[in-house]
Each structure stands twice: as structure tokens, then as C-alpha cells.
């Protein structure tokens, strides 16, 4: 229990606690996966009762790269920063909250199990599909289906007629969806974490001689 804590600490220490500018360059790492979820965001395609988009992809490499804290925090301030620039319906905090989760959830799963340990690369990117996988599955199941289809319930964006009917759109649009959005984790986040861990070494490095 005490170490699943000292993640939040961790991932807080990513940004405000680095000493030297790695910790200004985390902030703007995750500055930009933020703007890039924003333009990915732009290109949302609706239909129905569910859209289309692959958002995801950012907040799932904010929680990788920079843990549980930075993750919740940016999942909000991917919502609040969407709905001003795009903004549809009116806003609504527990959107906002269900955003802060979807981040928390890959923060929590994704966040230093993978390459910081002495298994080999082989072992490490297999650790990383399968987790990648479990966090995704979470995301689709917690976020997707459960939360925003009761929350669209609960302030009428959805017809309490068409409950099952939205349920079961979003179940077989995920269901599909899955099966591009598990290959692109695996093609894409092992890449972002090797840059990162590069970018991190580097600075760690200069650090370390600056000294």
C-alpha cells in the first residue's frame, strides 16, 4: 500500500521536484502531449451515441511518462482546454472528473512497471503490451462504457429509452475500435518511452556533471 502512495509522489516530483531543468522539461513534454490530444480531439468524428477519436493516445503517454498525479491533472485540463476550444453543450464539471480519471487510470498502470527494472528488452516490451492492453480495457470499461454513458443518462443527452440501445452502440463501437487502438499503443508508446528515456538520460547526465 505504501508504494502504490509513493507513485503519486513520484509522478508529482516528475514535474515540481526534478532538480535542474529536467523537471521544466517534463512540465513541457506534457504541455505538448496535451496540445497534441487537443489537435488529435479536432478530428473527432460523431456518430450516434458515441465518437470516434484517438485522444487517448496522449493521456495515455502523460500517465506512462509521467505517472498517476500528472495524469489525473492533465486528463482535466485536456477536458476543460477541449471544451474551450471546442466547445459544444454546455460545461459540466463531472466530465472534467471522468477526464482526470481515464489519465489516473493509465498513470496507475502504465507508470515505471515498465524499464526500470533489469528484465531483459524482450521481457520489458512484452510487460509493456500486456499492460498497455489491461489499461486500455480499463479505460474502454470504466470511462467509456460505464461513466459517460451514465453520466449522458443522467443529464439527458441520452433518452432513458435509448439507455440500452447507447450501452450497446458504445460496447460494439469499442469492441471494434480495440482492435485499432491496441496496435497503435503497442507500435507507439514503446517509441515515446525510448525518446523520453533518452531525452531523461541526457539531461540526468548533464546534471550529474554540472555538479
Known amino acids: 500500500m ?5 507513485l503519486f509522489k513520484l509522478s508529482y516530483d516528475e514535474v515540481f521536484g526534478r532538480k535542474g531543468t529536467l523537471g521544466i522539461v517534463n512540465l513541457g513534454i506534457t504541455a505538448m502531449l496535451i496540445a497534441v ?25 502523460i500517465g506512462m511518462l509521467m505517472g498517476p498525479t500528472v495524469g489525473f491533472f ?5 477536458d476543460v482546454v477541449g471544451f474551450l476550444v471546442h466547445p459544444s453543450q454546455g460545461f459540466l464539471p463531472v466530465y472534467v472528473l471522468i477526464a482526470c480519471l481515464q489519465g489516473l487510470i493509465y498513470g496507475l498502470v502504465l507508470y515505471r512497471k515498465c524499464g526500470y527494472d533489469n528484465k531483459t528488452e524482450r ?13 486500455r480495457l ?13 453520466a449522458n443518462l443522467y443529464y439527458g443527452f441520452i433518452p432513458a429509452a435509448s439507455y440500452s ?11 471494434l475500435e480495440l482492435a485499432a487502438d491496441i496496435p497503435l499503443l503497442a507500435v507507439i508508446m514503446p517509441v515515446v518511452l525510448m525518446v523520453y528515456n533518452r531525452i531523461a538520460n541526457k539531461y540526468e547526465k548533464n546534471r550529474i556533471e554540472g555538479l
Do not use: P, Q
Not at 521481457?123 to 489499461?135: N, P, T
Not at 440501445?165 to 469492441?175: D, E, M, T, W
Open 74 to 78: 492533465a486528463g482535466g485540463l485536456c
Open 138 to 150: 480499463l479505460d474502454v470499461a470504466i470511462i467509456n462504457l460505464l461513466l459517460n454513458t451514465g
Open 165 to 175: 440501445a447507447a450501452v450497446s452502440a458504445r460496447l460494439i463501437k469499442n469492441l
Open 37 to 61: 490530444s487537443m489537435i488529435i480531439e479536432s478530428m473527432t468524428i460523431e456518430v450516434a451515441f458515441f465518437k470516434i477519436n484517438f485522444a487517448f493516445l496522449a493521456i495515455a503517454a
Open 2 to 6: 505504501k508504494s502504490f502512495f509513493h
Open 123 to 135: 521481457e520489458k516490451g512484452v510487460m509493456l503490451f500486456v499492460r498497455l492492453v489491461i489499461a
